[in-house]
Each structure stands twice: as C-alpha cells, then as structure tokens.
C-alpha cells in the first residue's frame, strides 16, 4: 500500500531497520539506525513491531504528501514538524489524512530524526534487512518523486512523556572499555585521552565520526588488519581518534584504544560538527550495567493514549 510521495528528500534520508547481521563475514556491515534510541520510540509510538523499517532523516528538509489515511510519528533531533503548515509535536504519533503535506524542517540541536509510520516502511530486502549502506551500494537516498509503501495500519495515538524525551546536549561524554590494544599507548597518550579536548569533525559521517582537537600518539608498531566491532576507537597515525558507527568496515589495521559503551554512540551520532566530546574509562562490568539499566527503563516507560 502507498502511503506517502516524496516531494523533497531533504539533505540525506535513508531507510532503515534494525541492521543487517551476520555477513561480517563477507564485508557487509550491519548498518540500521546511528540513534538507536529515537528508532526505537518513533517504531513504539506507531505501535510498531520491534525494529521495523523507518525514515533516518540527517539535518532535515523533507517534504511529503500523504496518500492514504495513516499514522505517523517523529522522534529524534528537533526538526520542525508540520503537517499543512500547522506544528506538530515531536516524540508522538499523529493521524493523517490523505491528501496532507508532511514538512520536517532543519534540525535546530543534534543531527538526525526518525520518521515512523504505522505498519512500518516496506522496502527492499538485500541479505535480509532493508537497511541502507551506501558505500555498500546497498540501498540509495530517498529520492524526490519517489512513493513509498507501509504495512497492515492501526488507530491508535501516543506520546512518550516529556520526561523521558532524550536530551541533546552541547557536549559529549564517550565511555571508553579499555580493549587489549589499550597498553600498546603510550602514557601520553593515555593523558592525552583523559585530558584532552576534542571537537566532532566535520569530516565524520555513517562510517564514523573523527574527533579533532588534542593529537593521541599512536604505536608506531606495524599491526595486522583484523575483524572490528561497532563503538571501535581507532588511532591512524595522524593521532585524531575516530569512532566507528553503524556503516564502519569490517576489518581495520590502525591501533585501537578500545570501544565506546554502545548507550553512548547515540548521542555521538547526534553531534554536529564542533560539538566537544571527552573520554571517560569503564571496566566491562560497569558498561554491562548500562546497557541492562538504561533496557530496564526503556521497557518500563508507558505510553501515554493520545485522543
């Protein structure tokens, strides 16, 4: 079923479900959303099966007519929502009828929304996932003319609670698990890491975001390429660290630090360009506390009805 025709695709806007796993093994990253947290409550809020296909949208500029009565939601960096020039709020779902204009403006904070619809976006599969890697030449930008197709609708209405609505911040706080590469660095370098001030790069995108600003000293020992995860800290020999994010290669070679707890990559993704970030170290058992509290609290946040 049609349920909404792309009159300006914005900046960037790239489907995206939950992420494509399992083909590390032949290059394919897993892709899927770089916020998994606005994913997640855009998906709810149109009372979604988990990890159901929505709309990534970086920056903003959307434009869209609905097709078919539906249900939409939009959660994520604040973009201006209007539907036929009257704002809407963000971080709950909204009836449409056919015929009206969706409009998403320029992100005031952060950097991408999600955008939602009731029975989830059907697209493509490619190995399993409509995830899109463009680098992968899996998937493309949405494109503007383009008409896209939802799943079985429902009725129903919600908003997620001011309170627990993300906030997006000036700064960042990455916490880092110390991996086995950690005491090849010098202990400069590892002052440099604690101490140092670093500034998002413009530079950084899917693949992964280059911090600019403090110089960490890289090893200058030879190392093999070998399999690397997401939230990866690596160190090329220019000394500017890159974290790696949802679209990153499988297989990398430069000195790794360790990797970024997997709560705090969100709110990497987030950044735009000369937003400061800083370093903080954590032991396993302390990351594995925050991914299970901040779960905990995800599921037992209740929906408000909306009429």
Not at 152 to 165: G, R
Not at 189 to 197: C, K, N, P, S, Y
Request: proline share 6%; with cysteine; hydrophobic share 40%.
């Amino acid at each position: 079923m049609i349920v909404l025709r792309v009159v300006d695709p914005g900046v960037l806007s790239l489907m995206q479900d939950a992420g494509r796993f399992g083909h590390h093994s032949i290059g394919l990253t897993s892709g899927g959303p770089l916020d998994w947290e606005a994913f997640y409550w855009a998906n709810r809020l149109c009372a979604n099966e988990h990890g159901a296909t929505a709309l990534e949208v970086a920056q903003g500029g959307v434009r869209m007519e609905c097709i078919v009565e539906t249900i939409i939601a939009v959660a994520g960096a604040p973009m201006p929502l209007r539907v036929n020039g009257r704002t809407k709020a963000l971080w709950r779902s909204h009836k449409l009828q056919p015929g009206d204009m969706i409009e998403l403006g320029y992100a005031t904070k952060g950097m991408r929304t999600y955008l939602a619809v009731s029975g989830g976006f059907k697209a493509e599969e490619f190995f399993g996932s409509t995830a899109t890697v463009i680098r992968e030449g899996i998937g493309y930008p949405l494109k503007a003319g383009q008409k896209l197709q939802c799943g079985p609708a429902n009725d129903e209405q919600w908003a997620l609670p001011m309170e627990s609505v993300p906030r997006y911040s000036d700064s960042v706080t990455l916490r880092l698990i110390p991996g086995y590469q950690f005491e090849q660095f010098s202990r400069t370098a590892h002052d440099t890491l604690l101490g140092g001030d670093f500034t998002v790069s413009n530079r950084s995108d899917r693949m992964g975001y280059i911090l600019e600003g403090s110089l960490i000293e890289s090893p200058e020992r030879e190392m093999l390429s070998e399999g690397i995860c997401l939230g990866a800290v690596q160190v090329p020999p220019d000394g500017r660290p890159i974290v790696l994010l949802n679209d990153h290669q499988t297989i990398g070679g430069y000195p790794k630090l360790g990797s970024v707890v997997s709560v705090d990559l969100w709110k990497l993704a987030q950044c735009p360009p000369e937003i400061h970030a800083r370093f903080e170290l954590v032991d396993l058992e302390a990351a594995q506390e925050m991914v299970n509290y901040e779960s905990k609290k995800r599921r037992s946040t209740r929906l408000k009805r909306c009429v």
